[in-house]
């Protein structure tokens, strides 16, 4: 009969060391991606101009709360996987979609760069549901519960983005 001894911690337990360093990792990931949404959602809960705005501009600022909500999460559980939250010296921005529009009424380029956001996130995080199935049950169960705010969050700029095609506008 098989026992086992070594690995009663799961995921902590001393010999999933490799395991547990690739979790963190897509974790980092993961955290970065949450840190400059909430810059980029900052900026353009802000510069929008125009009647079309308002509207993007109050979601925009509700989201920016969920997504530091995503942020504070993922270093949390960095840290309960014996990781370190990275230093901001680490941070690489890579949301070139997501940068001030020439005109600040072109409210179509910040829908369009909020639903690239959103689905890099839905890939990422996709992708660590997969990694960590079988091997981390808490990271995964996190990680589903974040997945669901990104798809919510896109489906609501998908249906802007929908409006703003009916009318000819994008
Ligand atoms: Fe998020
Ligand atoms: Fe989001």
């Known amino acids: 009969m098989a026992t086992i001894t ?4 799961g995921i902590l337990s001393e010999g999933r060391a490799d395991q547990r ?4 990792a897509l974790l ?3 955290y970065w991606m949450e ?7 900052i900026a353009n809960s802000v510069n929008p101009d125009g009647v079309r705005a308002q509207e993007i501009k109050e979601s925009l600022e509700e989201d920016i709360q969920e997504e530091l909500g995503h942020a504070q999460q993922f270093a949390e559980r960095i840290k309960e996987l014996y990781g370190v939250v990275p230093g901001s ?3 690489a921005a890579e949301q070139s979609f997501l940068q001030p529009p020439d005109q600040q ?5 910040i829908v369009r760069g909020v639903i690239e956001a959103e689905t890099g996130a839905i890939e990422h995080y996709t992708r660590i549901i997969e990694a960590t199935d079988q091997i981390d049950p808490v ?3 996190m990680v ?6 990104e798809q919510g969050h896109r489906r609501l700029f998908e249906g802007f983005l929908r409006e703003y095609e009916a009318e000819g506008l994008a």
């Open 89 to 91: 010296e680490e941070f």
């Open 139 to 141: 990271t995964q169960d």
């Open 28 to 30: 980092k990931k993961a």
């Open 144 to 149: 589903i519960d974040i997945l669901r705010d």
């Open 6 to 9: 070594t690995d009663s911690s």
């Open 35 to 41: 840190i400059e949404t909430v810059m980029s959602y």
């Open 105 to 109: 009424t072109d409210v179509v380029h």
């Open 21 to 24: 360093e690739q979790v963190i």
